[in-house]
């Protein structure tokens, strides 16, 4: 009987698959959703930024001496309702800017009680909204 010796490693590179935890409010390219806290309406919106400064400006916009409110500060002063800004949802996270605009549009088209306008989603196509009705 002849046997051959053989030696093989078992060094095996490890790599690393997951991403450092980023938290929420650094996240950027993001679609997110706002729940007002004391009813069932909600906002949808979009930015490339980072989404703790977005939700800042949301907050403190009620604060500005502006002629035009946002939808989020005219529900807070209509209703006197507050949102609850430390729970905010990320819907979806996209780098492209009309690729996330286009995301936006579909949450938007999804909500049941949203305070977005209906102009939000003027420009998302009739497939995309007939599609939806369907889902």
Same mark, same amino acid.
């Given at each position: 009987m002849c046997h051959k010796v053989c030696f093989y490693s078992m060094n095996k590179l490890f790599i690393k698959t997951h991403k450092d935890f980023v938290p929420m409010g650094k996240k950027r390219n993001v679609v997110y959703k706002i729940n007002c806290s004391q009813c069932e309406a909600s906002y949808v919106g979009q930015t490339g930024r980072r989404l703790g400064t977005r939700i800042t400006e949301h907050r403190k @916009?009620?604060?500005?001496?502006s002629a035009? @409110?946002?939808v989020i500060t005219d529900h807070r002063l209509q209703f006197g309702h507050d949102f609850d800004w430390d729970n905010c949802e990320i819907l979806d996270v996209e780098r492209f800017y009309n690729k996330r605009l286009t995301a936006e549009m579909i949450y938007i088209n999804r909500q049941e009680k949203g305070l977005n306008l209906q102009t939000d989603t003027d420009t998302l196509s009739r497939t995309y909204t007939d599609i939806l009705k369907k889902i």
């Open positions: @916009h009620i604060n500005r001496k035009t @409110h946002s």
